[in-house]
């Protein structure tokens, strides 16, 4: 029996859905002193994590402004191998005396539009244009394999697809290297301070207004939405923090980043944690503190 082959899950934006609002509504002195008392006199946010947290939620309050149209990628990158196969066969009709491709292969965007579209056209393209669209044409295909490359660049392991999740465990990653306490040692839970956080950061966010497309290949490629309030929040602010167990706050950042290029997988892998699993990492959290 033939083995079937796995289906790459990613996927790869191919449209906006809407231009959002730019603006983010920054939460101000007043609301992080009062994010502040919650947590204790002992306790204070300097500036920096404000920053931080700020910053990273307001890239993750774009992402949900920014419905976007996606494909599959292993259907686009078909297409783009398709359409380069094309352009050479029409190369070959218009202009039969091509020149050999240079060995040293172009190394970035910049050496692709410099060799193929800003140098000096030779004696035979200034005087024939067909030359002279050839040579566009093999830029243009240089182009097209050069973003392949990029398309393709993402880790084929990266099957983190709630970017709420990815948001939240940065949260907890920036605050814990700021020693802000994320669970309470006396009750073994969420601390209401951070609780308190979560909640005024989340409450920063755009409300979702995304309505599902249909026809064909193209879906919606949209971030998860924010977690509502109350036992939902917290159980989903545990599973943050075991993210934030697994993952360091740079590889947590580059996922994020991958949802603003439009770029992710929608297979949800991320386990759903147990109450045993929820409780070891409790224990484990509280030892930290």
Known sequence: MRKRKNRDARIVATGIGAYPDADYRYLSDADWLNIQQRFG???KIPANLRE???GVTAIYADMLQTPRLGRSLTGAVTEIELWCKRTEALKRAIWTDSAAEPNNAPQNLGDIIDRYFRRPRSPVEATLPLAHLAQFLTGAQALARYFVQILEMTDSDNKIAESWLVWAALVISFCRDQKIPIVSESRGSLHPGFFYLLKSLQATLPSKAQNSL?????????????????PSLRKSALRAAALADRESAEALYSRLMWW???????KQTVPFESKASISRMLKRLVAEY
């Not at 249909?214 to 109350?230: I, Q, R």
């Not at 603003?260 to 929608?266: D, E, H, I, P, T």
Request: charged share 25%; no cysteine.
């Open 41 to 43: 006199k002992r306790t």
């Open 52 to 54: 931080q947290l700020s």
């Open 214 to 230: 249909s026809g064909g290949e193209a879906k919606l490629l949209k971030p998860s939405s924010p977690v509502k309030a109350g």
């Open 260 to 266: 603003g290029l439009g770029l992710v997988r929608l």
